[in-house]
């Protein structure tokens, strides 16, 4: 993929867990409709466990080599993963915020999660009951071409990704980046770098993209290479709840 391959190395990480993903874990196998989640969902928080993530990802990004350290932090401007970015990097000598000199994280509104129009903070039962011709229609088209009223579709994400890889082309060549997103941007970039197809990326996306895992690719001098994908021993090695 142009724009990506000209990176050194690229690395995702999904934001800590937030309460947003605590609401949704309560209602599953009830018969809510709902998630009951009051804020809107640029502004969910980090729940205390998902603090606790960032931290201990903070202190892996601390422990990374010289030559794997980012030169360059993208945040999608979402609370969860500005704050996810914020407490992570507070654990490294070369990019604490406290620090004047330190790598300064930059926000970029093409890396936030999935619109999801008017189903956001729906359940499943929820859509069904509430839009049931949406729900024929996404059985119909499938998840990769689905685009809810108001949303967006997979392949939504796909166009301000291409976008998105192409400015860092520019800005950051033979770059070290870490992009702090959400984990359709992380199924997403991975179907971009990877070259995938809707069904090989659908089927990856049926296992979920843990809270503060790491994703990395690495330039092998003919384009990047994967080297981890959804990688949570860092977590578990710490004794936090991936």
Excluded: C
């Excluded at 620090?99 to 499943?124: F, H, M, N, S």
């Excluded at 579709?153 to 070290?176: H, I, K, V």
């Excluded at 981890?228 to 936090?240: K, M, P, Q």
């Amino acid at each position: 993929m142009a724009g990506v391959n000209a990176l050194q190395w690229l690395t995702l990480t999904r934001h800590g867990e937030s309460t947003g993903n605590v609401a949704y874990q309560s209602v599953l196998g009830t018969d809510a409709e709902e998630a009951g989640i009051p804020e809107r969902d640029a502004d969910v928080p980090l729940s205390d466990t998902g603090r606790a993530q960032a931290a201990t990802l903070g202190r892996w990004l601390a422990a990374l080599p010289a030559g794997e350290r980012p030169t360059m932090v993208v945040v999608s401007p979402y609370l969860r993963t500005l704050d996810t970015a914020k407490i992570a990097l507070a654990q490294t000598s070369y990019a604490a915020p406290q620090d004047p000199d330190g790598l300064r994280p930059r926000v970029d509104e093409r890396i936030r999660d999935r619109e999801q129009g008017a189903l956001q903070g729906l359940t499943e039962l929820g859509v069904r009951r509430r839009f049931p011709d949406e729900a024929d229609r996404l059985r119909r088209l499938g998840k990769f071409y689905y685009r809810p009223p108001g949303g967006e579709s997979w392949a939504d994400l796909a166009l301000r990704l291409r976008s998105f890889y192409r400015d860092l082309e520019a800005e950051a060549p033979g770059g070290r980046v870490l992009v702090v997103t959400h984990d359709a941007i992380v199924v997403m970039t991975r179907y971009l770098v990877e070259g995938l197809s809707e069904r090989e990326i659908l089927e990856i996306e049926k296992t979920p993209i843990a809270n503060a895992s790491v994703t990395r690719w690495r330039q092998d001098g003919s384009g990047l290479r994967a080297v981890t994908y959804n990688d949570r021993a860092h977590l578990i090695n710490a004794g936090v709840s991936p």
